[in-house]
């Protein structure tokens, strides 16, 4: 799952910095979406899609989710697993 600091780099402090252009989540995304037999779920672009709704997707004194980062989680892996079981939908 993406930290914190990935989905809210504008909150760091101005003296970090990252130390590659392409977080280890990336580099790892991009290294399984070439092998066919793993399906690899990214919740980083979701995340960060909703982030700017007004509501915040992580604790604010903590790296966890809070339960709309949680939700969003959630909804991404059910509508990926629904393409193997379409019972599955996200509530």
């Given at each position: ?8 780099p ?58 709309l ?23």
């Amino acid at each position: 799952a993406p930290d914190k600091p990935s989905i809210y780099p504008e909150y760091l402090p101005g003296g970090f910095k990252p130390v590659r252009p392409e977080s280890r989540l990336d580099q790892l995304t991009a290294y399984l979406k070439d092998d066919p037999k793993i399906k690899f779920v990214n919740l980083a672009q979701d995340l960060k899609a909703h982030k700017n709704n007004g509501q915040a997707l992580y604790l604010k004194t903590d790296t966890h989710w809070n339960h709309l980062g949680a939700y969003i989680g959630y909804a991404q892996l059910m509508r990926t697993l629904n393409g193997w079981f379409p019972v599955l939908t996200p509530i």
